[in-house]
């Protein structure tokens, strides 16, 4: 049996054999700008609407809200729920980023989504949300790198912009660890929650933008925190992650402070991946980054794995705390292992330059 190949410019033909017509895409320019600055110009967020507090968990683990409290500093956690799809909690994020930014989907050029917990094996979440946002012109593609993914996107989202190869990212940390966490093991049970948060990625006439990036790995280390394909449970061994935690974050950001030419001094605000408040308390410590300047959300969303830099930002954002122009040093670390450190300039200009 042969297969006869449509003649170029032809359109599609549907299994009545009616032609359909085939949808128009955005067409790039050939080159772009180069010798930009990548920096962040939008951002935006979305958590599940379903509240698991420490008082819930209580019912059905042997625990209480105060040993929580007091080992984590979470309070609370959001969660899917049963069947409930993470692509629309991400889209939502993607199009308020967008919206922040001045910007419209089809002047996206690539959907960089950092994710574990894809709604399926393939494809991933990228193209889903590009198809839902209308980026029609983009590329798309999950990035998997734990609880740093966001930091490893934002530096690939950087490298594209500053290259010339896209002129707007869209980077999206989109988890929902309640998929893969046993429900009955209260070490881990209690830590993990579901969330979304994106920032929009451009170029611009900017003096400090996406700067300092620091990224490492260590796969020997990798049996301490990981979920298997079979089981498809977290399993940790607290004690030797926290440590690894604070040592990895630690150097990472003083390293990232460096090649950004700044001290600690000049730091404005500083993020942590919120997986426990006493790894964030230790690092900062660690830095001597005085606690009026480190950004606590874990009580809120818990660990939300990639998600939690950005949703830690936005909050950060709409409480006051954070504003255009501040200097924000963002740490991250994770199964692996995996960890990451930058320096960014927070809106440090209203909009991107086309």
């Not at 500093?73 to 919206?99: F, K, N, S, V």
């Not at 950005?310 to 670390?333: C, I, N, S, W, Y």
Request: proline share 4%; glycine share 10%.
């Amino acid at each position: 049996m042969s297969t006869v190949l449509p003649r170029p410019g032809a359109a599609p033909a549907t299994r009545n054999g009616t032609a359909a017509a085939p949808r128009p895409a955005r067409v790039r320019p050939a080159a772009r700008r180069r010798g930009l600055t990548a920096g962040i110009f939008g951002i935006g967020s979305a958590l599940p609407e379903r509240v698991v507090t420490n008082r819930d968990l209580e019912q059905v683990l042997d625990t209480s809200d105060e040993w929580i409290v007091r080992r984590t500093g979470i309070r609370e956690r959001r969660r899917l729920g049963e069947g409930e799809l993470l692509a629309p909690l991400a889209t939502q994020a993607c199009a308020d980023a967008l919206a922040d930014a001045g910007r419209t989907a089809d002047e996206v050029d690539v959907v960089l989504v950092s994710t574990v917990t894809p709604d399926r094996v393939t494809p991933g979440l990228a193209p889903e949300i590009a198809r839902a946002l209308g980026a029609t012109g983009a590329s798309a593609v999950d990035l998997s790198a734990a609880c740093a993914g966001f930091l490893y996107a934002l530096d690939h989202a950087a490298a594209l912009v500053e290259s010339g190869r896209a002129g707007v990212v869209l980077v999206c940390a989109a988890e929902a660890l309640s998929r893969i966490v046993d429900h009955t093991d209260r070490s881990t049970a209690v830590l993990f929650g579901d969330g979304v948060g994106a920032v929009v990625v451009a170029g611009g006439d900017l003096d400090l933008g996406l700067a300092g990036f620091v990224l490492g790995a260590d796969g020997e280390q990798a049996d301490l925190l990981y979920a298997d394909a079979e089981a498809r449970v977290l399993r940790m061994q607290g004690q030797e992650v926290y440590r690894h935690a604070v040592r990895r974050m630690s150097a990472a950001t003083a390293e990232a402070l460096q090649r950004a030419g700044l001290t600690t001094d000049d730091v404005d605000l500083f993020v942590a991946h919120q997986a426990n408040r006493r790894i964030i308390d230790a690092v900062a410590a660690e830095l001597h980054v005085p606690s009026e300047k480190v950004v606590l959300d874990v009580h809120r969303a818990a660990n939300t794995s990639s998600a939690s830099i950005p949703l830690a930002l936005h909050q950060a954002e709409r409480d006051g705390l954070l504003k255009p122009g501040m200097t924000v040093a963002l740490a991250a670390f994770g199964a692996g292992f995996v960890w990451g450190a930058g320096v960014v300039a927070w809106k440090e200009r209203v909009h991107a330059c086309a």
